[in-house]
């Protein structure tokens, strides 16, 4: 994920229903306080003015060091523990630079015009595309481009030794000694007398400091009616990108969980969100098990060990099955799957657990989009109320008539997930292009707004070549690695329908119409207690 926060924020300002939230920046929380099945937060605004909101949950996504696990929670036992299987504990210096690219016109003695490199080749040169682990056992360094490639900011991060004081090592004088060189090519790759080094006056300094970086938890993450969630409630080394891909998914996850909580039928938020904070640290584990697989490479202190390693590493690059297990990385052990254990919502004799794969979509009567869009978008679109969807997956149109009519017989359930068998969405394999004629087949124009059909790699490339996608100065990623067939292959062939969590995960995946209907009527039990 190359991600810049400015950008990122804008977007979740204007993601926000108005109906629903307000945004009161500014303001600093100087206490909570849970009584009569309520939270109430006192803060101050940025006036200095003292105001009390209330509520009936309390989600703390302030940080690692935020009011209300270091103030509230924690003199109630609730405490950041280290991992049990992983353990990681260290300073890094983490640095922003802001990048102009020099031109014949502004750095005419630039030696490599003469070799007929344009300014953009230079940029390229000197800072690639992807991000990159340096694996020096001297001193171990991660360094990328971050934010979108017009806004030219790099990000450099390198380790404080032992014996090294970090904001030392954070000044220029100090971080310069450590960067610099790899920011200089030795004249002879070109066929030069002398090297060539990125001109020091195209290097803006955003932001260069110490950070600790360690892998730990807590030992849980809600407490009666207050809920930690992202650095809150964990975090993570930076060897991954986890730690905000870990946020998003606690949000999404704890999000449908919260509906459902302030639903006057809920009975048991207490069993609703231990079960949140149980998936969660599950796969919290897993994404750091792939965390530390990445820093065990890059931080390898013995320069004998460090050979050995990037021999393996050039060798299993030889044989093309292992280099593609290596490329898929974390990836190769495919989606996501919970453990069951009880209080859990999923259905483990109906292969629930599982995270749903996403594939690229189109309508069934329209081309491939523009714009990117996911089964998802289509499975939760925001018309629908029910935080589980049934998904009806099919091989054919002429599949569909009998699957409408099966589905038309389950019983809706007096559920509080508010599943409504009449916004399932019907997704289609094997249809490789938009069907125009017999469109009456598919039923009303309301009727097929819920029918999309899976985009193989070639038709998803070709949407975004076209003058609309081109428009939108959106780069639409390359399919590396995608596989429409991913639903299917994941949740086996025989399946037909499945009832779908709002965060992705499979409550239960059925091979007949008398499953289905079985799984329907276990949800109100398993997500209400």
Excluded at 36 to 45: I, L, P, R, S
Excluded at 303 to 328: C, D, E, G, M, T
Excluded at 379 to 388: A, L, N, P, Q, R
């Amino acid at each position: 994920m190359s991600q810049k926060q400015p950008v990122l924020e804008k977007h979740l300002r204007q993601g926000m229903d108005a109906t629903y939230s307000e945004l009161r920046s500014g303001s600093t929380v100087t206490n909570i306080k849970e009584e009569d099945g309520h939270v109430f937060v006192e803060y101050k605004t940025r006036n200095e003015d003292t105001c009390v909101v209330k509520g009936k949950f309390l989600v703390g996504a302030d940080g690692k060091t935020g009011f209300t696990r270091k103030k509230y929670l924690e003199p109630k036992g609730i405490l950041m523990e280290k991992s049990s299987e992983f353990h990681y504990e260290a300073i890094w210096v983490a640095l922003n630079w802001h990048l102009t690219i020099p031109t014949p016109e502004s750095h005419p003695k630039f030696p490599l015009w003469s070799l007929g490199y344009t300014p953009e080749e230079v940029y390229d040169l000197f800072f690639p595309v992807h991000f990159n682990f340096i694996c020096d056992p001297a001193r171990p360094s991660v360094c990328g481009r971050f934010g979108g490639k017009e806004d030219r900011l790099w990000r450099f991060e390198f380790v404080v030794k032992e014996g090294e004081d970090g904001h030392v090592m954070a000044s220029k004088t100090e971080a310069k000694k450590v960067i610099f060189p790899y920011l200089t090519y030795p004249g002879k790759r070109f066929g030069l007398s002398e090297d060539v080094a990125w001109p020091e006056d195209c290097i803006t300094w955003i932001r260069s400091r110490p950070f600790s970086f360690s892998a730990r938890s807590c030992n849980k993450w809600a407490l009666g009616r207050v809920i930690l969630c992202g650095d809150a409630a964990h975090v993570f080394p930076p060897f991954g990108g986890q730690g905000i891909a870990s946020g998003f998914r606690d949000a999404v996850s704890l999000s449908w969980r919260l509906k459902v909580a302030i639903d006057p039928k809920s009975t048991n938020h207490e069993n609703l969100l231990r079960g949140w904070y149980v998936e969660r640290k599950q796969q919290f584990e897993r994404s750091l098990a792939a965390t530390i697989e990445n820093g065990n490479f890059c931080n390898e202190p013995s320069r004998v060990k460090a050979f050995f390693r990037n021999w393996y590493l050039w060798l299993i690059q030889l044989i093309p099955s292992w280099r593609h297990k290596l490329q898929l990385g974390s990836r190769r052990d495919g989606m996501t799957k919970y453990d069951w254990s009880p209080g859990l919502p999923f259905l483990p004799q109906f292969d629930g657990g599982k995270l749903l794969p996403q594939v690229f979509s189109a309508p069934i009567d329209g081309p491939a989009p523009s714009s990117l869009t996911f089964t998802d978008d289509s499975i939760f679109s925001k018309e629908k109320k029910g935080v589980f969807q049934i998904v009806v997956i099919l091989d054919s149109v002429d599949q569909l008539p009998a699957a409408r009519s099966e589905l038309a017989g389950v019983v809706p359930p007096d559920s509080v997930t508010q599943l409504d068998p009449s916004e399932a969405t019907f997704i289609f394999h094997n249809q490789r292009s938009s069907i125009s004629e017999n469109l009456a087949a598919l039923g009303s124009k309301p009727q097929r707004k819920n029918l999309v059909r899976v985009l193989g790699a070639e038709e998803y490339t070709a949407a975004g070549v076209s003058s609309d996608a081109e428009g939108s100065k959106f780069a639409r990623p390359p399919p590396i690695f995608y596989d429409p067939n991913r639903i299917r292959r994941d949740l086996g062939y025989e399946k037909r329908y499945i009832i779908v969590r709002y965060d992705r995960f499979v409550f239960a995946s059925c091979k007949n119409i008398q499953e289905l209907q079985d799984a329907v009527g276990l949800i109100e039990k398993t997500v209400n207690g």
